[in-house]
């Protein structure tokens, strides 16, 4: 990266405050690599050489504004992760209940097509709503094309049943059948500034883990109170394992580690 390309300290304040504003995940000095290195990656998809001008790009233009948020915003997922809480499902809920379930921040799918696999296998009724802030992500999620790393950790029956091999330009990828993806819905939504879900359109189940902890507290109350009130009396909220809402659990028992309850 030249020396105009490199992100100073107004610069990287103004374009954390940018993030912040629109996405609540805060980037502190820590992040400064991971940041300079996707914003590079913007810069020389827009063929820019100074982050002066991509600023003011992202300033005019929409379509480069959610391209940046997508790049900032992007996390690493694969199938399976932190499965405890799907097996804590499958172990507590009745077969004979449909169950209406949110993936929130669900990145490119992967925990969304995780928990409808399993539900599946197992004979379970259930609608899965998977959202996120990027739509190059809700694109791969709508596809549901993975490379094979993806699915290590897939159990081997689940995988023979519910997934197809790729050919071609799609070897050593995989699909997923069109009989779990018709029980997956993807939607774009912020969890910052869309409102909750309410009345009839609550949830008995919803996961958003592995974003709490790129918030600060005062940005993970409000998704939390959001959260919640998109939930159902009686329901299950799961965050990641690494995350707690200590001092947040307004309404909720835990019940498992990083499992809750609504009162």
Same mark, same amino acid.
């Given at each position: ?50 982050? =002066? ?79 996120? !802030? ?65 009345? =009839? ?25 959001? !959260?919640?009130?998109? !939930? ?9 394992? =690494?995350?707690? !809402? ?18």
């Amino acid at each position: 990266m030249n020396s105009d390309a490199r992100v100073n300290p107004a610069q990287y304040k103004k374009i954390s405050a940018l993030v912040y504003r629109e996405s609540g995940i805060v980037l502190n000095d820590r992040k400064y690599e991971l940041l300079a290195a996707r914003l590079a990656k913007r810069m020389r998809f827009t063929k820019l050489s100074s982050v =002066s001008e991509y600023l003011k790009l992202i300033n005019s233009d929409k379509a480069e504004f959610t391209n940046f948020i997508d790049a900032i915003t992007t996390n690493h997922t694969f199938f399976f992760r932190e499965n405890q809480h799907c097996e804590f499902i499958l172990k507590t809920f009745d077969k004979d209940k449909f169950l209406k379930i949110w993936s929130a921040a669900s990145s490119s799918g992967e925990e969304a097509y995780s928990i409808a696999v399993q539900l599946a296998y197992n004979s379970f009724k259930f609608d899965i709503l998977a959202s996120d !802030l990027s739509d190059t992500m809700l694109k791969k999620g709508q596809k549901g094309i993975y490379p094979d790393q993806r699915v290590q950790t897939v159990h081997k029956p689940i995988l023979h049943r519910y997934f197809k091999r790729g050919k071609g330009k799609y070897k050593n990828h995989v699909k997923i059948k069109s009989e779990i993806m018709k029980h997956v819905k993807f939607q774009k939504h912020n969890l910052l500034a869309d409102s909750p879900f309410t009345g =009839s359109d609550r949830f008995d189940i919803i996961f958003c883990r592995n974003v709490m902890i790129y918030f600060d507290h005062n940005t993970r109350k409000k998704v939390v109170t959001s !959260l919640i009130k998109s !939930l159902r009396s009686g329901g299950y909220f799961f965050v990641g394992m =690494s995350e707690s !809402l200590q001092g947040l659990q307004q309404n909720l028992i835990n019940v498992i580690p990083s499992g809750y309850k609504k009162k």
